[in-house]
């Protein structure tokens, strides 16, 4: 459980307590319930990450909802973007292993993450990884409902592949832009994992060993 969990639960237990016995324990609920979300939504499950060669893991929990191509700083991108509703894990994780070169904090608006708009116009973190010769830019987008983008780690840190780099609070969006070479996994309308989902393969011999590995199961099969 992120500990951000703790800040909103505690201090409502504590009016609940006091409202309890000050007016009895039936107005005490919706204290008692709002803590309980809190704590729900601050969640964070360990995940299996995977360790094929050139895999990119989802940096989310959420929804595919765009698979496109971008142009980025003048060059061409593919781009899948995740949506975050309240009901996901919020917890954000590194989509490859690397070093940390860019973290650029942008402040902006607040439309819903769902509007294509907000990929450009809403708050947001953009983060630049690169590894193995490959260079990935995610972006932590704040959403109608965030209004706090977390992230833990600095310029020149490493990371690992599904590492835990930060949060964003309530309903957000990520986006994930790679080269166009990649071979995707996803598309509209799948559900990922923070972690645990690959997106896409970053070189070719990854999808080649990635081809592999499903063969040998369908020839164990």
């Known amino acids: 459980m992120v500990r951000d969990a703790y800040y909103y639960a505690v201090p409502l237990l504590a009016a609940a307590a006091l409202v309890a016995w000050l007016a009895g324990a039936i107005w005490a609920w919706p204290a008692v319930l709002l803590a309980g979300f809190f704590l729900w939504f601050f969640r964070d499950p360990e995940r299996q990450i995977p360790d094929a060669a050139g895999a990119l893991v989802s940096p989310a929990d959420g929804k595919v909802t765009s698979v496109s191509e971008v142009l980025e700083n003048g060059i061409p991108q593919q781009r899948i973007s995740i949506f975050l509703s309240v009901f996901d894990v919020h917890v954000n994780r590194s989509p490859m292993a690397g070093v940390i070169r860019k973290a650029a904090y942008r402040k902006g608006t607040f439309l819903n993450a769902m509007n294509p708009a907000s990929a450009e116009q809403n708050e947001q973190n953009v983060v630049t990884v690169e590894g193995d010769g490959q260079t990935v830019v995610f972006k932590q987008i704040?959403?109608?409902?965030?209004?706090?983008?977390?992230?833990?780690?600095?310029?020149?840190?490493?990371?690992?592949?599904?590492?835990?780099?930060?949060?964003?609070?309530?309903?957000?969006?990520?986006?994930?832009?790679?080269?166009?070479?990649?071979?995707?996994?996803?598309?509209?309308?799948?559900?990922?994992?923070?972690?645990?989902?690959?997106?896409?393969?970053?070189?070719?011999?990854?999808?080649?060993?990635?081809?592999?590995?499903?063969?040998?199961?369908?020839?164990?099969?």
Not at 153 to 164: C, I, S
């Open 142 to 221: 704040a959403g109608l409902l965030a209004r706090r983008i977390v992230f833990n780690k600095r310029v020149g840190d490493q990371v690992a592949r599904g590492e835990r780099v930060g949060l964003i609070k309530f309903g957000s969006r990520v986006d994930v832009l790679m080269d166009r070479a990649a071979s995707l996994q996803v598309k509209v309308g799948d559900r990922v994992k923070g972690g645990s989902s690959v997106l896409a393969y970053l070189s070719s011999e990854a999808q080649l060993a990635a081809t592999g590995v499903q063969r040998g199961s369908q020839g164990a099969n």
